[in-house]
């Protein structure tokens, strides 16, 4: 019977430990310089969430009953009151951040990233199509643009929470008749919007 050979695997050479060392090497380096673009200070602030402003709007509050409470436990008492806030309670700042939205998107058609805050590869220009039709508003943001003014010229100095705040009250204590030119308005918006998008993709 014929012996089966033994194949020994040889231990690697000093020169072979040193180039995995070096790639080893090369690979960290290059993790170290993939740093992260810096953001440009002017660019327009993202949306912000119904619960970020019902955190704003309840910060203050907590941190007056809790002097010297940790932003960590604020935090925490904040997502705790907003998960026991009825969901009528929430539509208010669902609005704000419906607004919110709005006012994002429209900043950021006329927004370009300066060449200066580019990352690199994968980087997005931020840039929208000028000529891609705006989007259809609702009843509420026809209501609001109507009567921010008027909030404004009463309670000079209002901070813009307060204002959105105080839109949505006006709002929801509207009957549903007094809301009908406001909806008529956003039915009409949504016929201008669907028509100019059949035109924009053809």
């Known amino acids: 019977m014929a012996k089966k050979k033994q194949v020994v695997q040889q231990p690697a050479s000093s020169e072979e430990e040193s180039d995995s060392d070096q790639e080893e090497q090369q690979v960290e380096v290059k993790k170290k310089r993939r740093v992260k673009a810096k953001k440009d200070p002017n660019a327009p602030k993202r949306a912000k969430s119904a619960y970020l402003f019902f955190g704003s709007d309840k910060r203050a509050e907590i941190n007056a009953n809790n002097p010297g409470q940790s932003v960590v436990d604020t935090m925490k008492q904040i997502g705790s009151m ?60 026809y209501f609001g643009s109507e009567k921010r003014n008027e909030i404004n010229e009463k309670s000079p100095g209002q901070s813009v929470v307060d204002t959105m705040k105080e839109i949505g009250r006006m709002w929801r204590e509207l009957n549903e008749d007094d809301k009908t030119p406001y909806q008529e308005l956003a039915d009409e918006d949504k016929v201008r919007y669907s028509e100019e998008m059949e035109n924009y993709s053809a």
């Open 82 to 141: 907003w998960r026991d806030l009825r969901d009528k309670d929430k539509i208010p700042y669902q609005e704000m951040a419906d607004e919110d939205k709005v006012r994002y998107e429209d900043e950021m058609k006329d927004y370009e990233v300066p060449a200066m805050y580019r990352g690199g590869k994968g980087s997005k220009k931020a840039k929208k199509d000028p000529n891609k039709p705006k989007r259809a508003k609702s009843a509420y943001l």
